[in-house]
């Protein structure tokens, strides 16, 4: 049996009595199994972080820059390594397990360009005799938190920006399919990081709460469900650190009666269904506006839903695969009971699919609900599986205030060809990321990513400028150099005034 250990310092090192199980959904077998790691097992890698981090930060930005191009190049030549090692854990097909890799990447090319986003700002003569300047500091050592959904990408969100800016980092992946977060370690010290810049430490709740204490981590960046990133978000600030904790989304597609279906239906199975629904970014709820554009929806969805073919995770013809545990499968599987039992019409139910041949596996097939209501408990809730929930309004205010005033406010999406009505929605709508004719919304690594309300807790958004500022500290300096000439000697007393 396969055991993952975790990555401190220069390599795997085992640490912890604890194990869960790591499985291959698509076969419904125990692969693998993973070490949960212990305070004592973090304490070692802080310690290591402490060493190697002040060194890395007086590395110039330039020097830092090329371990994140040779990092890129190493990446992308273990692509297919990294894509089935990922999917095989996670369930996604192989397609989407290299999309998962590549959204990282695209973060750790932002970094390549790090020099130049690390420049601050000068102001020459702010008064007399006087310059202004401001300057970005790493925070020193940071800790990225990860969901099972996206294991390459989430993990690079964090520790691409955070190294490049000069902070050592320790990544602490979900126990479902940590594998991945491991290889991705490796191959930054493969790079040319110095050991201890990127570590990784598996575990579950004990290893989080060890993070959120630990009174050298300055830094704290949590992906995952709502209560977790409030918890997480709440003790770590408590604690004394800078924390972002996103969480769960439920994400709402807007279709208004101008809006092309053929494109909509087809936007919406890949959004609502593929990576069986497990992204934070999937689109679960869709919301026609007025009685016929709901009727041609329904109508045209089921067929197209129908046509999903489900697969195990290596199939290249499949639409998507299993969910990622048993357990999860239950979990939706009782919210689409939920449903039922609140009085929403259950059009297509997708409970009970067996693939033949991998009856052990995970597999759950589409399911599609109309005539949903707000005040229902499975609407509310975030599923997150392959569920589409049709909630239909009657007008474009009644259809706006749906995702402003849903619990979650993660992303969003209209489907129109009215370019006033899009603008105005997405100047009105209480949501962080917008789709205008685009069904997943998630910002280029360029731009950021980040939800509203109980989507996301804390102040920056995950990559881009965003991921920078969270990432440093700013340090403003005002100078001057007097010559003697008695010029800015007026009273010390007074609060300065640049006049
Ligand atoms: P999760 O909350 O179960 O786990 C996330 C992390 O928290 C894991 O590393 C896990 O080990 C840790 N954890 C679990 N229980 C804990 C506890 N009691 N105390 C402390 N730490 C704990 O989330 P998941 O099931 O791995 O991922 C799916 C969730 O993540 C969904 O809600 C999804 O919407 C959300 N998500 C959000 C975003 C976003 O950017 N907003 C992106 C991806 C996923």
């Not at 830094?219 to 800078?242: C, E, L, M, P, Q």
């Not at 399911?367 to 809730?381: A, G, H, I, R, W």
């Not at 881009?464 to 403003?476: A, D, P, Q």
Request: proline share 6%; aromatic share 8%; hydrophobic share 40%.
């Amino acid at each position: 049996m396969r055991i993952v250990e975790h990555l401190i310092g220069g390599g795997r090192v085992a640490g912890g009595t604890r194990t869960k199980d790591i499985f291959n959904p698509s076969t419904g077998e125990v692969q693998a199994s993973v070490q949960l790691g212990t305070k004592g097992d973090l304490d070692r890698a802080v310690d290591l972080a402490k060493g190697a981090q002040p060194g890395w930060a007086a590395t110039n930005p330039q020097k830092r820059a090329r371990v994140m191009f040779e990092y890129k190049r190493l990446v992308e030549a273990r692509m297919d390594e990294l894509a089935e090692l990922l999917s095989s854990e996670h369930g996604k097909v192989l397609a989407d397990a290299r999309g998962d890799v590549q959204r990282g990447l695209d973060v750790i090319e932002f970094a390549c360009g790090i020099p130049h986003v690390l420049k601050g700002e000068y102001t020459q003569g702010a008064g007399p005799g006087i310059d202004v300047y401001s300057m970005r500091q790493p925070l020193g050592i940071g800790a990225g938190i990860t969901p099972f959904n996206f294991p390459a990408m989430i993990p690079m969100w964090m520790f691409g920006v955070s190294i490049a800016c000069g902070n050592a980092m320790i990544i602490k992946p979900s126990e479902r399919d940590p594998s991945v977060p491991m290889r991705l370690g490796e191959l930054m010290l493969e790079a040319g990081a110095p050991e201890g810049i990127l570590q990784v430490v598996n575990g579950d709740k004990e290893m989080v709460d060890a993070i959120l204490d630990h009174p050298d981590i300055a830094g704290v960046s949590f992906v995952g469900s709502s209560d977790i990133a409030h918890y997480v978000y709440r003790r770590g600030v408590d604690a004394g650190k800078r924390v972002q904790a996103m969480g769960g989304a439920k994400n709402h597609g807007i279709v208004l009666p101008d809006a092309d279906m053929d494109q909509v239906v087809n936007d919406l199975s890949g959004a609502a269904f593929g990576s069986a629904g497990e992204r934070c970014m999937a689109l679960p709820v869709v919301v026609p506006v007025g009685r016929k554009t709901a009727d041609d929806l329904r109508d045209a969805m089921i067929p197209a839903i129908e046509k999903l073919r489900i697969g195990v995770s290596t199939d290249p013809d499949a639409d998507y695969g299993p969910v990622v545990t048993a357990e999860h499968r239950t979990r939706v599987e009782n919210w689409i009971q939920t449903g039922v039992n609140e009085g929403a019409d259950l059009v297509v139910d997708g409970r009970g699919f067996s693939m033949q041949g991998h009856e052990s596996g995970f597999f759950m097939g589409p399911s599609l609900f109309d005539n949903v209501t707000p005040d229902m408990q499975s609407y509310k809730e975030e599923i997150f599986g392959p569920v589409l929930q049709i909630v239909r309004a009657e007008s474009f205010e009644d259809a706006l205030k749906l995702p402003s005033q849903h619990q979650y406010g993660n992303g969003v999406a209209i489907f129109t060809r009215n370019g006033h009505a899009a603008r105005e929605f997405a100047q009105r709508v209480d949501v962080g990321m917008v789709g205008i004719n685009v069904p997943i919304p998630v910002p280029i690594a360029y731009h950021s990513f980040g939800g509203w309300k109980r989507s996301a807790f804390g102040d920056h958004g995950q990559h881009g400028m965003e991921g920078v500022r969270f990432w440093t500290k700013l340090k403003t300096v005002t100078q001057r150099w007097p010559d003697g000439s008695g010029v800015g000697d007026e009273n010390a007393f007074v609060i300065p005034t640049m006049g």
